[in-house]
């Protein structure tokens, strides 16, 4: 499948995205976790929501997913959307103000 967001685009079957026409490797759980979040865009989702998706019937540390976010960021740092953590409600996609 195909999730598409700005100029970014994530073929879940081949763990590959394209942005800007440049293809980036992904990781199983990185792929997992942007399409959730594109999936869910624009909803705020729970950091639970997000585990439940990417690691069911799974605990992991709250860091885990703290280290996965901040890896896609670095992945795509000139992306219109930006991947908030809003502390104590979890996370969101959102345009950035291009000013």
């Known amino acids: 499948q195909i999730y598409r967001l700005g100029s970014l685009k994530i073929n879940t079957s081949d763990l590959r995205a394209c ?9 199983l759980t990185e792929m997992r976790i ?3 979040l ?3 865009y624009p909803h705020l989702s729970t950091r639970e929501e997000i585990n439940q998706e990417v ?3 799974q605990k992991v540390m709250p860091t885990t997913l703290n280290t996965h976010l901040s890896n ?3 992945k795509f740092p000139d992306w219109e959307y930006e991947i908030l953590n809003i502390k104590g409600k979890g996370v969101q996609l959102v345009l950035k103000n291009l000013v």
């Open 72 to 74: 896609l960021r670095s």
């Open 55 to 57: 690691w069911p019937n």
């Open 38 to 40: 594109i999936r869910e």
């Open 34 to 36: 942007m399409k959730f």
């Open 19 to 27: 942005y800007r026409g440049e293809i980036i490797e992904l990781t």
